[in-house]
């Protein structure tokens, strides 16, 4: 069961913005061989959320026997003088 909760990160050698993330549970695909996929952290999602990750989203992937993909990138726009996420 915490399994389900648990997910590894790894980020994309070539574009430090493009993450993947495979559920503990789950066999780790062999295009994460440690040279273009680099592993980061483990998460568990009941506390940690990384910027960009959706949970429905890699729950999903999970259910396709697929590995979940996300970008984490900061966009800002300007509201009224101040700059706010997007």
């Not at 590894?8 to 996929?37: N, T």
């Not at 483990?42 to 960009?52: A, E, L, M, Q, S």
């Not at 890699?58 to 990138?73: I, L, P």
């Amino acid at each position: 069961m915490c399994a389900r909760k648990t997910f590894y990160i790894f980020v994309k050698a070539s574009d430090e913005q493009q993450f993947c993330a495979v559920r503990q549970d789950q066999p780790i695909p062999p295009m994460i061989d440690g040279v273009r996929w680099t592993y980061v952290s483990c998460i568990d999602t009941t506390r940690d959320r990384p910027f960009g990750f959706d949970l429905d989203r890699a729950h999903d992937a999970m259910r396709r026997g697929s590995v979940y993909f996300y970008r984490r990138e900061l966009m800002f726009r300007r509201t009224n003088f101040l700059l706010e996420a997007a």
